[in-house]
């Protein structure tokens, strides 16, 4: 038991920073919604820009990139204090991991949140400013030439998985930036579905309606 004993505190930390799901909380509180019967019915900052205006995506995305760091931030001080660093980046991709499947699954929502994508960012901010400012960079870039998020999404989780190999990070964390990839483009089919049949609504779309109103 005492071998698993960090692993299990590392998940359930995550997951349960996760659950803090602020698109609901917001558009249930503020807006008397469901962010859920919204949009794409994704709980998460893209469907909020989408549904409720790009101010209070903003607001959604800022908290969801803070509950990863935060987390991350109590891994590495338990580490520090308890556990060896020999596993660091191990733990901490795990931890971010818990985080996302926290986000994307939350136990009160019957499991049925956003995708990650945030929290994400959030995650590479608190483990390597390096892997953020890249995968930020690629995700600002290729949303705007497409003009879709998902797509910007998808090119964030690739370069996620090469700069982790290229950094040096291990195999175990490699693994699991290739399961988060895999989430993520999981999650994203639909997107992608509505993109081939033009159905998807574009980011510029999304702020010429968030002006005019």
């Known amino acids: 038991m005492k071998l698993y004993f960090p692993i299990i505190i590392i998940i359930l930390i995550g997951y349960i920073f996760g659950c803090f799901q602020s698109s609901y909380i917001i558009s249930k509180y503020f807006k008397k919604v469901d962010i859920r019967n919204l949009g794409n019915g994704n709980a998460g900052a893209s469907n909020t820009v989408i549904s409720l ?3 209070w995506g903003v607001v959604v995305a800022i908290l969801d990139i803070a509950k990863a760091i935060v987390s991350i931030f109590i891994i590495k001080v338990l580490i520090k204090n308890s556990f060896s660093n020999n596993s660091l980046p191990f733990y901490l991709y795990l931890n971010g991991l818990s985080v996302i499947l926290g986000h994307n699954y939350p136990f009160y929502m019957s499991f049925k949140g956003g995708k990650g994508t945030a929290s994400l960012i959030g995650m590479l901010i608190a483990i390597d400013y390096r892997i953020a400012i890249i995968g930020i960079l690629s995700i600002i ?3 705007i030439i497409t003009d879709y998020i998902a797509l910007g999404t998808i090119g964030l989780v690739i370069l996620v998985i090469i700069s982790t190999a290229l950094f040096g990070y291990g195999t175990n964390a490699m693994l699991i930036a290739i399961l988060i990839g ?3 483009v ?5 997107n992608i579905n509505r993109i081939l049949k033009k159905e998807e609504i ?5 702020l010429k309606k968030d002006r005019a109103l």
Do not use: A, D, V
């Open 53 to 55: 205006g790009w101010k």
């Open 186 to 190: 999981y999650n994203h089919l639909p």
């Open 141 to 143: 870039l290729i949303t």
């Open 182 to 184: 895999l989430l993520s």
């Open 202 to 206: 574009g980011l510029r779309k999304t």
